[in-house]
């Protein structure tokens, strides 16, 4: 390969961890509905889904949600917390971070929304230490819809064995093994690390 390897890491469940029980709590305080059923309904809801393909905007995503739990506050409550489910997973973080001392570029390709970006991007430093990111909500596609991973491709201007892509799904993985992408099932940072030793990049 004439070009070095460019990495293209997950967000959720790879860099940060999350928990919908965290927002469900703080919800229920401010609607009809237990916090164990709005656990379940925030993680499994369409709604979700619509608003992570862009195509519900923050506005029309709050009011379905508002309609659909009869939640009690404005959309600022809301969002405060929704978006307050993240912790940060310090492994994967460390070896991004030595990535980066090896001169290498890294991109975040996520299946998220405005609202956990906004909270992620205020509350996590590491976050800015990338050189670009692709957003399921802005791109109109969600992994593993073909569009993404175009977009990713266009964004780091690599292709094939020059990513190096880094998720815990194993259906997205898949899709950027059939683009000829190296690719690594995110289960432990020491599993990880392993396959890139692998690589010969560390």
């Known amino acids: 390969m004439n070009n070095p390897p460019v990495f293209i890491f997950d967000l959720g469940k790879v860099l940060v961890d999350f928990d919908y029980s965290i927002a469900a709590r703080k919800i229920a305080a401010r609607s009809t509905k237990a916090p164990e059923d709005l656990h379940a309904f925030l993680g499994a809801t369409p709604l979700l889904v619509e608003y992570e393909s862009g195509r519900l905007t923050r506005q029309a995503f709050y009011d379905a949600i508002c309609e659909a739990i009869d939640f009690r506050g404005d959309l600022v409550e809301f969002g405060s917390y929704f978006a307050d489910i993240f912790s940060e997973m310090p492994g994967t973080i460390a070896l991004h971070a030595e990535l980066r001392q090896h001169g290498y570029k890294s991109y975040i390709f996520s ?74 099932l995110h289960e432990s940072p020491e599993k990880t690390r392993q396959v890139l030793k692998k690589f010969s990049v560390l």
């Open 111 to 184: 299946n998220t929304n405005d609202l956990a970006i906004e909270h992620v991007r205020r509350n996590f430093p590491f976050f800015a230490n990338f050189d670009g990111y692709i957003y399921s909500y802005e791109v109109g596609a969600m992994k593993p819809e073909t569009t993404i991973y175009e977009a990713m491709e266009k964004m780091s201007d690599r292709r094939g064995a020059d990513l190096i892509y880094i998720d815990d799904r194993p259906e997205n993985i898949a899709a950027g093994a059939a683009r000829n992408w190296r690719t690594i």
